[in-house]
Antibody
Framework: EVQLVESGGGLVQPGRSLKLSCAASGFTFSNYYMAWVRQAPKKGLEWVATISTSGSRTYYPDSVKGRFTISRDNAKSSLYLQMNSLKSEDTATYYC????????????WGQGTLVTVSS | DTVLTQSPALAVSPGERVSISCRASEGVNSYMHWYQQKPGQQPKLLIYKASNLASGVPARFSGSGSGTDFTLTIDPVEADDTATYFCQQSWNDPHTFGAGTKLELK
């Protein structure tokens, strides 16, 4: 059974940093592109970042490019999201998601971790 | 960015057929995918590449379309289908989601 468990969320002040983690199990982690998707309270979904199987390629939308960094440790079956210069509009539940074999749909999702950016 | 426009909230009775639409502001080939999100839960993949049923998803769900116009159909609708349904495209960067269609049961 595929399991994705996020951690690291919490309350952080604007301009500060936070690092999220995702522990994966139930599949061969190194074979899949991985991603982070967020959902602001009572809002829709927004793709935040994707990383290739080896970690050599990363993809971001303009809204987080230069502030967020996605990374992975295949030996630990873990995914990370380093978030810098946080803004109030980054407040959301952040989901760890496994892509299909390539960078297309999100086949599995974690339960999410809430990040609140507020002074 | 590719904007995905979804039909507004819908209310249907159990046993009926419902179609949820998603229109893209530019062509996405067949790279449209559908998710179901129940209150307090994470999204769940229903349909990938316009018409392919994800593993474990009941055959009551189906998808169709290509280019800019896509439809998710549930037939027949069951009480457990109360949820918000999102479309997502992965043909153009950045990959984008629709705002969601909230399905309510009468």
């Amino acid at each position: 059974e595929v399991q994705l468990v996020e951690s690291g969320g919490g309350l952080v002040q604007p301009g500060r940093s936070l690092k999220l983690s995702c522990a994966a199990s139930g599949f061969t982690f190194s074979n899949y592109y991985m991603a982070w998707v967020r959902q602001a309270p009572k809002k829709g979904l927004e793709w935040v970042a994707t990383i290739s199987t080896s970690g050599s390629r990363t993809y971001y939308p303009d809204s987080v490019k230069g502030r967020f960094t996605i990374s992975r440790d295949n030996a630990k079956s873990s995914l990370y999201l380093q978030m810098n210069s946080l803004k109030s509009e980054d407040t959301a539940t952040y989901y760890c998601a496994r892509h299909n074999a390539q960078r297309n749909w999100f086949a599995y999702w974690g339960q999410g971790t809430l990040v609140t950016v507020s002074s | 960015d590719t904007v995905l426009t979804q039909s507004p909230a819908l209310a249907v009775s159990p046993g009926e057929r419902v179609s949820i639409s998603c229109r893209a502001s530019e062509g996405v080939n067949s790279y449209m995918h559908w998710y179901q999100q129940k209150p307090g839960q994470q999204p769940k993949l229903l349909i990938y590449k316009a018409s392919n049923l994800a593993s474990g998803v009941p055959a009551r769900f189906s998808g169709s379309g290509s280019g800019t116009d896509f439809t998710l159909t549930i037939d027949p609708v069951e009480a457990d289908d109360t949820a918000t349904y999102f479309c997502q495209q992965s043909w153009n960067d950045p990959h984008t989601f629709g705002a969601g269609t909230k399905l309510e049961l009468k």
